[in-house]
């Protein structure tokens, strides 16, 4: 359908506001045994790079919070070990990670339904990452594309950089993760988990479940300066990406400045108007509408009035999480109790899983 708004802003507002998802169910925290919980559990990781953007939010993020609905078991963790496969700056690490769960928590994540944790603060972790990198070749993780990607940029990364796939399917393995939401990008990874289950089981009995993808719906957001590469916080123009913490002039500013083309007319064309069709998919994916929609609601529209309308539209989605965010930095030490208790919730599941991987192994 195409609302009849055009440049009626208020209304579209409104019917963003009622699209929004509904009221999240409390299961989580329920399975304390290590086993698969009846419909299964969804496990994710994100690094701590600070406060998230708005393709984070849009093309993950918005589906983590929907996750909580639909399964009875879900954790989400702050993976602090795989960003030191980058060089970081300790304090500002220590800065990032609590910048991050607060995100998360104003983004939506429930820590009632859900399991939000530092993945440095559950051992098991690493211990379970070992004993599947002893199942694992070489050639296999070296042909997996960012490694093949990271490895040329710095000329040879570290042993980390190597390995943390294993460690990617140690954190999904590790909880008997059923489901997995990926990126396209990252499917190659979550296909090795797949292999480690089947490795570790045809080696020590069943045991394991082979962990299934859940791809997003939303197109990957791009740059508003250069529409071929998609939204990144380390992009070095700066207005190239909408942070959940901008301010509602700098969105409007960056979203004004987005690169365009010189035809008035708005329309969705990846390939020949990737430009305006970014504004288009963002547009969409902020209003909860499909890319028809959105087209027809900007009929009469050029592409100058009609970066207003998608302006407005990120402000009004983003009012709430910026705020939030801000509030819960300011409490830091709430946060630190909250990963803590998270952390206690998941050796709670991980702690029985490693106890008969090792009894499996031989080691006990």
Not at 70 to 85: E, K, M
Not at 127 to 142: A, D, F, Q, Y
Not at 353 to 364: A, P, Q, S, T, Y
Request: net charge positive; glycine share 6%.
């Amino acid at each position: 359908m195409a609302l009849p708004i055009r440049g009626n802003v208020k209304y579209l507002l409104q019917f963003i506001q009622k699209r929004r998802s509904p009221k999240r169910l409390l299961y989580a925290g329920q399975y304390a045994d290590g086993k698969e919980p009846p419909g299964g559990r969804v496990f994710s990781g994100i690094q701590p790079t600070g406060v998230p953007h708005l393709g984070n939010y849009l093309g993950a993020l918005e589906s983590w919070v929907s996750l909580q609905n639909q399964y009875p078991s879900v954790l989400y963790s702050i993976v602090d070990l795989h960003s030191i496969t980058q060089p970081q700056d300790q304090a500002l690490l220590r800065v990032n990670i609590l910048d991050m769960a607060a995100s998360l928590l104003a983004c939506g994540i429930n820590p009632e339904t859900s399991i939000l944790f530092q993945q440095s603060q559950v051992s098991e972790h690493a211990e379970l990452s070992w004993i599947l990198g002893c199942l694992t070749s070489m050639p296999r993780l070296r042909h997996l594309p960012q490694w093949k990607m990271k490895s040329k940029q710095k000329n040879e990364g570290s042993v980390g950089l190597f390995t943390y796939p294993v460690l990617q399917a140690a954190d999904i393995l590790l909880y008997k993760s059923t489901h997995v939401p990926v990126g396209e990008d990252q499917v190659q990874h979550l296909e090795l988990a797949q292999d480690l289950a089947r490795i570790f089981n045809n080696t020590y009995g069943d045991f394991f479940p082979e962990p299934h993808a859940l791809l997003s719906s939303t197109r990957k957001v791009k740059s508003l300066r250069d529409p071929s590469s998609k939204m990144s916080k380390s992009d070095p123009q700066k207005m190239a990406t909408v942070n959940l913490t901008d301010s509602p002039d700098d969105i409007v500013l960056k979203i004004r400045r987005s690169v365009t083309d010189f035809t008035s007319e708005v329309t969705f064309d990846p390939e020949v108007r990737p430009g305006v069709s970014n504004l288009v998919l963002i547009h969409a994916a902020v209003a909860g509408c499909t890319v028809e929609e959105a087209v027809g609601w900007a009929k009469g529209l050029d592409t100058g009035k009609y970066k207003q309308l998608v302006a407005d539209a990120v402000v009004q989605r983003l009012t709430p999480i910026r705020e939030e965010i801000e509030r819960l930095r300011g409490d830091r030490g709430h946060l630190e109790r909250l990963l803590a208790h998270g952390a206690q919730r998941a050796r709670e599941l991980a702690a029985p899983v490693l106890k008969e991987v090792r009894h499996r192994v031989g080691f006990c």
